[in-house]
Every structure is written in C-alpha cells, then in structure tokens.
C-alpha cells in the first residue's frame, strides 16, 4: 500500500469510526446513560426509513456489540486492590516540581502537559501526541480513559505505541485512574500500564515507575496534586451504566494526603487538583463527592483540571454545595476522540454567581455519510515559574486562551491576566459571564 492509500485508509477509518455517532454517544458519555435521549434520537434518525434488514446492519455497524462485548468480558469479577504508596521506603508519591531536581534554586520554568481522554488510537490522538512531542514539557499527564475497557490489549494498542504512542516528558510522565479503566477492574492500568511510566531526576535517570494511581508534584510555591476518581466510578456490573457511583476519593489516597501531603497544613502553597471526574459542570451531572472530601482538609480555592467530558470549557469560581469547596474549574476532555459535542447546549446555573464561562463549540470538519459535525481536540500546558503559573490552552493549530495566576500570602490563587487570543464567536463566552469571571 503506497503513503497516500496509507493516508486515505486512515483518513476513512476515522471518519467512519466518527461516524458511528451512536455507539460513540453511548460508551463516551462514561456509559452512564446521561443522554439516553440523544442517543435513541440519533438511532431513530440513522434508521428511518429503512427496511429492517438495514436497520439491523446500521446496528451491527455502529458496532454496540462490539462494545458490549468488551464490556461483559472484562467487567466481571473483583477489581484490582488499590496500591498505595506504603510498602516503599524510597517512595511516597511526592516528587519535586523542578525541572532538575539537582538545582533546585534555579529558576528554570517546568512545564507539565494535560492531556484527557487520549488514549484512544484515534487519527486525533496521534495528532495531539505529536503536539504535545514538539512542546517538550517535563511531565505528560493522562487525565484517564483508556478505550474501550482499558484491558491490558488497550493499553498496549492505544497507549503505548500500538496505534498511539504517549508522549513522555523529559522528568516523566503519569496516568490518572477514570471510568474506562475500572471497566475492565482496573487490570490493564494498574498491572500493566503504571509499571510503563517513568519518573526521572531530569539527568535522564530513572527514579521510579508510577506505583499507585495518585501522587503529587511539589515545590516551593505549588501543589499540584494528581486524584484517583475512577476507582470507585464503578459499582454493580450494567446497574453502574444507569446510577453512576459517586467517584468518592479511596480512604488511602485521603490518609495519603493527611499524612504524607500534608494538606491541611499546608498553608503557602497554591493548590492545583487533577483529576478525570468533573467535581462540577454545566453539561453534564458533577462528581461533588470528591469535592467535599478535600474540602475537609482545604479552606482556599483550587484551579482544578478534569477531563472525562469530551470538551474544552472553563469556569469561574464555584462553590460546591457538598462541602463548599471552591474551585476553578477547568475541562480539557478534547485530547483523542473526535470531538462531536459541540451542538451541546449549557445548562444554565440561576442560583451561582459564577459558572460557565467559557467553551468552544467551533466546528473542525464534517465527516461521514450524516455529516457529523466535529470540534476540535486540544491540551493543556502548565508553566510554573516561581510564584507564577501561566496556564496555555491549545488545540491543534494555535493556543486559545492564556491565563496567569500568582501564589498570593496564605497560598490564596490570585488571577493575573486572562487572553483569548483566537477570536471565534464560536470560542463562546457563556451569556452573562465576562472573560475576567474565570479568573476573579
Ligand atoms: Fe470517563
């Protein structure tokens, strides 16, 4: 097959994997039944006027079968313990936000990528990856979904070079624990893919491989603090599809942070949360259980960084009901599958002061025989430098938005400047929120 035939299978492989709209509908919305509607809709309308035959081959095409049967085969049986960092000595999670940890008094920038819902093997996130290769961070980090089930074959294929490579930051790189993962018990994530990622001491040395699905990046100025949702994202097999569990933060990952983190004492430092499960969002319903559980050791407002919803959208400072955590929130769910979420209307939200203030709906291409719309996929990446953090947002060809932020007295996030540098009506400032809300 010569490169442009290459090119073309591959080119058709991803519209036709777009689109299959109702199959995507169905696993990417975390199975959870959220948009049953949406999906019934998009079924009733591939189907109409068909003969039942048709009918029956658009179904076995959207490729259900495929996915429930991923699903059945992998999601029986116990889930994988959940690692901690306990059994190391030389080893407790906590690694220095330093681009050479040797020099810890220079005042090189680090630079961290956020990547969510990558690893797919999609066109899309090969795409990103090569992006993310050419911004050479010191740390890449998974916000979580390994498609479909996360099995040991998937990590591999789409993760780890098979159809996409990760890729890994000069100091290292980690995987957030999600929904997908835990489909199939957490076993190809926690037996195969955390032994895969490397920390480094930046000489190019190798310190540790990631050893339990939360850790915490440190420095003088900052927290940055990786969480495990996903591990009790999942409940009983098939039920969990309909009521989705509460995502609430495991009770070693809590003592971790009590004990060796620190946080409650932790008074100077400018927190920054990752985590795959949304503790709030306009879209979609929000995980407010792990909001409320740092909420019992944090009295301060955290920027926190979320994938899981296919989509890139900012916030403002919202306060949790749960537990009155206030935090910015920020979703960059757009890193691998191709982007169809952009007819999604907000919810809008009468009782807060500040929600939703930014999110971008502009369309990349139409692909497939239903000319589905597609958005574009996007990153993060985090520049620490000192008390100052600029946070840039890209998708594939430009950075959209750049904000600043400084550690003020008591760790307390103050928000420099906030830019949207690509004017598109369709980078959408939500009614009735200003840029500046993002940040104030
Ligand atoms: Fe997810």
């Given at each position: 097959?010569?490169?442009?035939?290459?090119?073309?299978?591959?080119?058709?492989?991803?519209?036709?994997?777009?689109?299959?709209?109702?199959?995507?509908?169905?696993?990417?919305?975390?199975?959870?039944?959220?948009?049953?509607?949406?999906?019934?809709?998009?079924?009733?309308?591939?189907?109409?006027?068909?003969?039942?035959?048709?009918?029956?081959?658009?179904?076995?095409?959207?490729?259900?079968?495929k996915?429930?049967?991923?699903?059945?085969?992998?999601?029986?049986?116990?889930k994988?313990?959940?690692?901690?960092?306990?059994?190391?000595?030389?080893?407790n999670?906590?690694?220095?936000?330093?681009?050479?940890?040797?020099?810890?008094?220079?005042?090189?920038?680090?630079?961290?990528?956020?990547?969510?819902?990558?690893?797919?093997?999609?066109r899309?996130?090969?795409?990103?990856?090569?992006?993310?290769?050419?911004?050479?961070?010191?740390?890449?980090?998974?916000?979580?979904?390994?498609?479909?089930v996360?099995?040991?074959?998937?990590?591999?294929?789409?993760?780890?070079?098979?159809?996409a490579?990760w890729?890994?930051?000069?100091?290292?790189?980690?995987?957030?624990?999600?929904?997908?993962?835990?489909?199939?018990?957490?076993?190809?994530?926690?037996?195969?893919?955390?032994?895969?990622?490397?920390?480094?001491?930046?000489?190019?040395?190798?310190?540790?491989?990631?050893?339990?699905?939360?850790?915490?990046?440190?420095?003088?100025?900052?927290l940055?603090?990786?969480?495990?949702?996903?591990?009790?994202?999942?409940?009983?097999?098939?039920?969990?599809?309909?009521?989705?569990?509460?995502?609430?933060?495991?009770?070693?990952?809590?003592?971790?942070?009590?004990?060796?983190?620190?946080?409650q004492?932790?008074?100077?430092?400018?927190?920054?949360?990752?985590?795959h499960?949304?503790?709030?969002?306009?879209?979609?319903?929000?995980?407010?259980?792990?909001?409320?559980?740092?909420?019992?050791?944090?009295?301060?407002?955290?920027?926190?960084?979320?994938?899981?919803?296919?989509r890139?959208?900012?916030?403002?400072?919202?306060?949790?009901?749960?537990?009155?955590?206030?935090?910015?929130?920020?979703?960059?769910?757009?890193?691998?599958?191709?982007?169809?979420?952009?007819e999604?209307?907000?919810?809008?939200?009468r009782?807060?002061?500040?929600?939703?203030?930014?999110?971008?709906?502009r369309?990349?291409?139409?692909v497939?025989?239903?000319?589905?719309?597609?958005?574009?996929?996007?990153?993060?990446?985090?520049?620490?430098e000192?008390?100052?953090?600029?946070?840039?947002y890209?998708?594939?060809?430009?950075?959209?938005?750049?904000?600043?932020?400084?550690?003020?007295?008591?760790?307390?996030?103050?928000?420099?400047?906030?830019?949207?540098?690509?004017?598109?009506?369709?980078l959408?400032?939500?009614?009735?929120?200003?840029?500046?809300d993002?940040?104030?």
């Amino acid at each position: 097959m010569n490169k442009n035939m290459e090119t073309e299978t591959k080119l058709r492989n991803s519209e036709q994997y777009v689109a299959k709209s109702w199959i995507r509908k169905h696993w990417k919305r975390s199975m959870g039944l959220a948009h049953g509607k949406t999906q019934k809709e998009l079924f009733r309308e591939a189907a109409k006027g068909k003969t039942i035959l048709n009918r029956a081959i658009d179904f076995l095409d959207i490729r259900v079968f495929k996915w429930i049967y991923h699903y059945l085969k992998s999601r029986f049986g116990s889930k994988c313990e959940f690692p901690d960092y306990t059994p190391f000595k030389d080893d407790n999670g906590i690694y220095a936000l330093l681009a050479t940890p040797s020099k810890p008094d220079a005042a090189e920038p680090v630079r961290i990528s956020l990547v969510g819902d990558w690893a797919t093997g999609t066109r899309e996130a090969h795409g990103i990856a090569e992006f993310v290769k050419k911004d050479s961070v010191h740390f890449t980090i998974h916000l979580g979904d390994i498609y479909y089930v996360g099995t040991k074959f998937e990590v591999k294929d789409n993760m780890l070079g098979g159809k996409a490579q990760w890729p890994l930051g000069s100091r290292g790189s980690f995987a957030l624990n999600a929904n997908h993962e835990m489909y199939a018990r957490g076993k190809g994530y926690f037996k195969y893919l955390l032994s895969s990622l490397d920390i480094r001491n930046g000489n190019g040395g190798m310190l540790h491989k990631q050893r339990a699905s939360f850790f915490c990046l440190k420095n003088e100025h900052w927290l940055v603090i990786g969480l495990d949702t996903g591990y009790h994202s999942i409940g009983i097999p098939i039920l969990e599809l309909i009521i989705n569990p509460n995502a609430r933060l495991h009770s070693k990952l809590m003592e971790w942070l009590c004990k060796d983190v620190l946080l409650q004492d932790d008074k100077q430092r400018g927190v920054i949360l990752l985590s795959h499960h949304q503790y709030y969002s306009q879209f979609e319903s929000g995980y407010d259980k792990p909001a409320s559980q740092i909420a019992q050791l944090l009295n301060r407002p955290v920027l926190w960084f979320w994938g899981h919803e296919h989509r890139y959208a900012i916030y403002g400072r919202y306060t949790t009901k749960r537990g009155r955590l206030q935090a910015y929130g920020r979703c960059v769910g757009h890193g691998g599958l191709p982007i169809e979420d952009i007819e999604d209307k907000p919810k809008s939200c009468r009782k807060c002061k500040v929600g939703l203030v930014l999110y971008d709906r502009r369309e990349r291409t139409r692909v497939g025989k239903s000319q589905t719309p597609v958005g574009y996929n996007g990153y993060a990446n985090l520049i620490f430098e000192g008390k100052r953090l600029t946070v840039e947002y890209k998708d594939t060809k430009q950075t959209l938005v750049k904000e600043k932020w400084e550690v003020g007295d008591g760790g307390v996030l103050k928000g420099i400047s906030i830019e949207q540098l690509v004017d598109d009506d369709d980078l959408v400032i939500h009614e009735g929120s200003r840029l500046e809300d993002a940040i104030t």
